[in-house]
Each structure stands twice: as structure tokens, then as C-alpha cells.
């Protein structure tokens, strides 16, 4: 295949291509924005906009754009062995050691990896290996999986499921409702007024222990959630919110299951938040996005040695765990991974984090003197800002997909890439952002916040 020139690849993704959260209307006139270049904090489009990217493509590029180091990593290994088979007792080299990097990164017992191409692949792989723990302990019941309203998961079916934001849901057949259940999310900014952060906790704990009793015990298996909810709006829970759902999953035999998608691989500071910031131990984490920075796809879905031992013996007839992707540990994305890890390791990248992630956190407050901000909140390089229609009131500005795409353009215009998630704008840049790029991503919301009120 030849070459696209620029004007032909607009063409042909126009004419071609299902892009996934587009509004076809809007699509069919303007066709995408098609970057071509992308390096360190930046990304270049077809126009020739060079744009400091905000957003780390999706929550991903962790270690910025464009590192030779990666791209040689990836030439090397495919030169050396691009791929075989993964089933059976056959394996390759990255992803064995890959996998024993993981554990000794991972907190507790996490021992056991699990490998797929993304993260909604680890959260389905999860979800069948917490079916499957429970079928060979003989508890055969114990099937349905306690997730929370507009919590994001994935795409996959059973990942689609376990998401709760309703406006991925238009449209489609919801399959998974017999086993798959939705609680209140943790969203401080909603709570009701007069009720403090810890009477909050306490209802939301209430709500949780009821909707397990009102299912069964017996029948419920396990909770997901992510650590901080990031495409639902980059909700931060409660003190000592996550430690308590997690014991209340111990006192009724149900596995916890850490989403750590977005959380995990520098994005607040850490591997892995769980344990080190919210202080509980997951039974399953989940993991993708950063483990490669996005530079090839991977997921990774870790369990106890505790589940390890009880599917490792299986008593089911042909005694194997059959599930199994073409691409589980496929050595490039492997390889890339584990080059991804020692460039965070060796540039210190996560201390960079801890110190711009609260400057960015702390910078952002100013932007609620404009009057349809109403909330500023997240943890380090994970940050959603609220518009509303009235600050009292916190009534939803309910941004039509035309309002969130007229800020995204007018940040563009000013050389950054934001992301309008319904009522909401969300930042996620790379781990190597300087405090002079927060200031200007701030600067940039700012003002185009400024223009839109102008236009009225
Ligand atoms: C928390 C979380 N889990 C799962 C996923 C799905 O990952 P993927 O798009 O790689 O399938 C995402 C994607 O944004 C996510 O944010």
C-alpha cells in the first residue's frame, strides 16, 4: 500500500471508518482531526497544529511521545521473535519476565498474570476468572458482580455491562443484567447538601451491605471499581471510602477487583494505588493503558496467589483453564512494557509527578472564579473540571455535544488538547509535564471558557 497523502487520509477515514463516541451528523460534515506526528508533550495534526497534549492521548502516553528507546525496543524484538504461540506450556521471554515484574510491583500476593490486549479484554478476563474461582470452589451461585453507576470499564460486552454511565448505554441491548448490578458512585460534589464527607461514606457503605443482602450473599462474587473514577468524571471518594467497601466485601466472601486502568503506572504517583494510597489489598487488579504508555496495546489482569492455587487445581473435566486470547503476552507488546516501566524507573518520572500533579491540582482552583465552573477536584495528573448551569444550585450545564466540542476547538486554537466528557472536561496528561504546560492548559480552559460566556 502506498503512502496516503494528507488530504486522501481525511477522505478515507471519513468514508471508512466507525469511529467510537462520534456523532455521525457532525462526522460526516467535518471528518476527523488526523494527527501524524507526536513527540515528547506534543502532537502535530495534518494541518500542521503542533498542540501540547492534555490528555496523554487516552489517560495512556504516560512516558510522552516518541521515544526512540521504545520504537527500538519494539524493532528489536520483532526482528528477534515477533510472535508464537502463547497456549499450553508454550511462552516467550518478555512475557515471563514481564509478568514476574509485575508481581514484584504489585502489592501483596498479586502473583499471577493474565494476559490480554487491552483493558476492557482484563476486566472481561476478569470477570470469567471470578466465575470460574467460585465454580471450581464449588460455589456455583456465586455469580453476580457488584459495580457502580457511571463507572467506565470498557466496550467489550461484559465490559460495556459493568460500565455505568447510561450515555454508553443508548441504543444498545443490555445483556449482563441478571448478573451485573450498579450501586451509587462516590461523588462528593452531589452529595446531599448539609451531609459531611463521612456521613456520605457511611450512606453509600449502607447502600452497598443492603443491595448484597437484597441479592444474596451466596449469589454475589465480586465488587469493581476504579480507584478514582476517571470517564465518569474524575470522582474522588471519600476518606477511607475504598478500605471500607473492601472489608465489607470480606465479611460477605466476595472478591474485590481494582479497575486501575487509568490509576496505575505513574498516573498519581504510584505502580499501583490500591494499597499505597487508599490502603486495601485487591484480590484482582486490573491494568492496561501506561503499562506500555500506549505505545502498542496490552493488558494485564493480576490475581492472588490465593485465586492462582484454586483455578491452578481444576476439578473440571480436561482439567484446563480454557480461555485464552491469540495475543495473550504477545512479546512485542511485552518487551514494550518492560522498557516503558525501566524508563519510569530510571527518570524517576513518578517523582516529577508527585511534585506538578498538586501544582496542577492547586493551579486549577482559579478556574472556579468563572461562573459555570463548579467543581475542580482529582489526585496529581487526573483532573475534572464541572461546568454548570448554576453554581448554587450545581445544576449540570448539560454541555450539548456542541458545547464540548466548541471548547475543545477553542483550546485547540490555543495550542492544547483538553476533553470534553458530557458535563465535564477532563485533563490526564503525560508524566513528564513542567508546571509552566499545567499553566498553560489552565490558561487555555480559561480563556476559552471566558470567549464562550462572551458569545453567549
Ligand atoms: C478504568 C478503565 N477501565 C477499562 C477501560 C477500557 O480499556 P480499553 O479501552 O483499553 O479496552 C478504560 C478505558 O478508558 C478505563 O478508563
Redesign the pocket.
Known amino acids: 500500500m502506498t503512502v496516503l497523502d494528507k488530504g486522501a487520509a481525511w477522505k478515507n477515514d471519513r468514508a471508512h471508518v466507525i469511529h467510537p463516541y462520534t456523532d455521525f451528523a457532525t462526522f460526516h460534515q467535518e471528518g476527523s482531526q488526523i494527527i501524524e506526528r507526536a513527540e515528547g508533550m506534543y502532537v502535530t495534526d495534518t494541518a500542521g497544529n503542533r498542540l501540547l497534549d492534555g490528555i496523554a492521548g487516552?489517560?495512556c502516553v504516560n512516558i510522552g511521545h516518541g521515544r526512540k528507546e521504545m520504537a527500538d525496543t519494539i524493532a528489536e524484538q520483532v526482528m528477534n521473535m515477533e510472535y508464537y504461540n502463547p497456549f499450553g506450556h508454550s511462552s516467550n521471554i518478555p512475557a515471563a519476565t514481564l509478568a514476574a515484574k509485575l508481581a514484584e510491583l504489585a502489592p501483596g500476593d498479586l502473583n499471577h498474570v493474565y494476559y490480554t490486549c487491552?483493558?476492557?479484554?482484563a476486566?472481561d478476563a476478569a470477570i470469567r476468572l471470578v466465575h470460574y474461582f467460585f465454580d471450581m470452589k464449588g460455589q456455583h451461585r456465586k455469580k453476580k458482580i457488584i459495580s457502580r453507576q457511571n463507572g467506565?470499564?470498557?466496550?467489550t460486552y461484559v465490559?460495556a455491562s459493568l460500565t455505568g454511565i447510561q450515555g454508553t448505554k443508548y441504543g444498545f441491548d443490555r445483556i449482563g443484567e441478571d448478573f451485573i448490578h450498579h450501586v451509587s458512585e462516590a461523588n462528593l460534589f452531589a452529595k446531599p447538601e448539609g451531609w459531611s464527607d463521612a456521613d456520605y461514606c457511611d450512606y453509600l457503605l449502607r447502600e452497598f451491605e443492603a443491595r448484597i443482602q437484597q441479592l444474596g450473599p451466596d449469589n454475589v462474587a465480586a465488587f469493581i471499581a476504579?480507584p478514582i473514577m476517571?470517564?465518569g468524571g474524575v470522582l474522588v471518594a471519600p476518606d477511607g471510602y475504598h478500605k471500607r467497601m473492601w472489608e465489607v466485601c470480606k465479611k460477605y466472601d466476595m472478591l474485590y477487583i481494582a479497575?486501575e486502568?487509568?490509576t496505575a503506572f505513574g498516573r498519581l504517583g504510584e505502580w499501583f494505588v490500591s494499597e499505597t494510597i487508599y490502603g486495601y489489598q485487591p484480590d484482582i487488579m486490573?491494568c492496561?493503558?501506561g503499562i506500555t504508555s500506549g505505545y502498542i496495546p496490552l493488558?494485564a489482569t493480576l490475581i492472588t496467589s490465593e485465586i492462582y492455587d484454586v483455578i491452578a487445581k481444576p476439578q473440571c473435566e480436561g482439567g484446563v483453564l480454557s480461555m485464552g486470547l491469540t495475543y495473550f503476552g504477545h512479546p512485542v507488546a511485552c518487551a514494550a512494557a518492560l522498557k516503558n516501566i525501566e524508563i519510569m524507573e530510571r527518570e524517576n518520572l513518578f517523582a516529577n509527578v508527585k511534585a506538578v500533579g498538586p501544582y496542577l491540582q492547586e493551579t486549577a482552583q482559579s478556574l472556579l472564579n468563572l461562573p459555570i465552573v463548579g467543581d475542580v477536584r482529582g489526585s496529581h495528573l487526573m483532573m475534572g473540571i464541572d461546568l454548570v448551569a448554576d453554581k448554587k444550585m450545581k445544576t449540570p450545564l448539560e454541555m450539548s455535544e456542541k458545547t464540548g466540542s466548541e471548547l475543545f476547538r477553542k483550546c485547540i486554537e490555543r495550542g492544547v488538547i483538553v476533553r470534553p466528557v458530557g458535563d465535564r472536561l477532563v485533563i490526564s496528561p503525560p508524566l513528564i509535564i513542567s508546571k509552566d504546560q499545567c499553566d498553560q492548559i489552565i490558561e487555555a480552559i480559561s480563556e476559552s471558557i471566558s470567549e464562550h460566556l462572551a458569545e453567549g
Open positions: 487516552l489517560w487491552g483493558g476492557s479484554t476486566n467506565y470499564h470498557g466496550a465490559a476504579e476517571g470517564a479497575d486502568v487509568v486490573v492496561a493503558k493488558g
